[in-house]
């Protein structure tokens, strides 16, 4: 079913419906003297439309299955065959190589066959043949071929090749009786639907319920022991993948089952290809199905790993190429069955080109996005989870889809966002920082001393050097301002924490530590407002002053006193000594 040759061709079709630009066709060479409008007009001519192989067995088969032999042989080439025994010589091995590939003869799946008016080229044969099948595959083989020759009325028409009607004879004396005709019952061989017996129809069904039967047993088998050797946790996001695929790989198995079975067992050939189309078009869907699941089940296990390992790089970039394989597979499919029911997919996407430009035009948003979403992908200025600030909005990516981003903001709903537009806007992207800062201004009271302020300067440095949460560089306390109401007092630091929440735990013990060393000190917070006194304030503690004046003077005189910058020993000496609350 899925062979080398159905393969390479879908893969030439698919590149060609991607890109929007009619290929150059890949096509056997053309016989000499003969124009692409030769070819056109034998489309309209020729009646028996043999102007392409696939045309030419396809109307054999119609004219055997409808009991027409003297139709059927108008696709046999017949060229070396007297004229006045042609019609009669012509019936009979219309009739002998019916007979043959009943019993003992393959022609290839439709798609294998091409379609187009100069054949296929790469099988290494001369141009004006094609070879669309096999003849006594269980003895001496032989090749079915077409040839390329000129008709009566002057145009080009593909006919059964003269080098395969010599060897039908004697081919059909070594061939057997199939294994139907020789245990099938008279009452089953005499009644016939179109010229089959009805015995060989029963048969494709029995051979179809086997074919699928056999599948699912295999299929069931090999789920269950992969399912031994690669275990799926009940949260993993690959549970129920391996029961998602019991059936689409029945279903493929029992496709590839049915196609041997049914020559095998010698069911008849216009039988045959009258349903194999059936099979083909279940089987590459069920390919598709299961392509698809398999895509999604090896997603899902790259996954359960970056979350194992805490990673979130790669979120974004694989669930876009997970959506463009499935697009791709499904493509293929679309291609595979179309060309099966017998629609002319070449010419379909080669008219593309044409209008490439227009739906190139037309969809210029949609480009745009998609090159926006591959440009993310590429540069990962976000990631699915992290939180971010892009324009007005703040929030957290939850999706980097095809089209758009989707960001949960603070109030909880889902901003959508064009790719296009995301990916041209300044993102500043709060999951990246490496450590928080913290910046604030102590307004002290103007009652406050110049050795108190000289007291906090340092208990103030001596904190943050020694708290084990806070970075030394830069870790800047100053005295920086005679304010309106209040003596000014800068703190600069940086906070290493794993996340906002982490931050404002830190930030909170160091604010209330502050508070403590600015009470020690003796003075007070200034109040941000003016105030009329009509009594006399209240006086700050003298004691507190004293003892304050008597530590500065105290650290002048042994010379300890740390302004304007600590020494570095000092530093080393108390660093990390204050520990972080746990």
Known sequence: MFSVRSFA????????????????????Q?????????DSSALLADTFGRVTPRGTIQGYLAAVGAGDFEKAANFLNLRSVSFGERQSRGIQ???????????DGLIYDSIEISNQADGKSGDELATNLDRIGTLAISSSKAPFLLERVTGENGILIWLVAAETLDQVPFLLMLSRESP???????QLAGFKIATVPIGHWIALIIIAFASLAAGLAISWVFITVLRRFWPVDATSRRKGTFQSLLIPLGIVLASNFYRPAIVAF????????????IALIVGWVAFAMLCMRIVDGLIGYVMDRMTRRSKKTSVAAISLARRALNIAIIAIAIIAVLDIVG??????LAALGIGGLALALGAQKTIENLVGSITMVADQPVRVGDFCKFGEVTGTVEDIGMRSTQVRTLERTIVTIPNGVFSGMQIENYSRRDYFKLQTVLTLRYETTPDQIRYLLVELRGL???????????????????????LEIELFLYINAVDYDAYLE??????????DIVKQSGTDFAFPSQTLYFAKDNALPADAAERVESEISAMKKKGELQIPRFDPKKIEEISNTIKFPQ
């Open 506 to 515: 830190v930030c909170e013990d160091l604010l209330l530590r502050v508070m």
């Open 30 to 38: 053309s016989l000499p003297g003969v124009s692409s409008q030769d």
């Open 93 to 103: 091995l219309a009739s002998d190589l019916k007979n043959l590939l009943d019993r």
């Open 343 to 348: 629609v002319d997919v070449t010419a379909g």
């Open 464 to 486: 943050l050097y020694a708290h084990e949460k806070v970075r030394n560089d830069p870790a800047r306390v100053r005295f920086v301002g005679l304010g309106k109401d209040a």
């Open 9 to 28: 061709m879908l893969a030439k079709l698919l590149l060609l419906l991607l890109t929007g630009v009619p290929a150059a066709p890949v096509q056997a």
């Open 266 to 277: 010698g069911v008849q050939v216009v039988a045959r290809e009258n349903t194999n189309w």
């Open 180 to 186: 139907i005709d020789r245990y099938l019952p008279e």
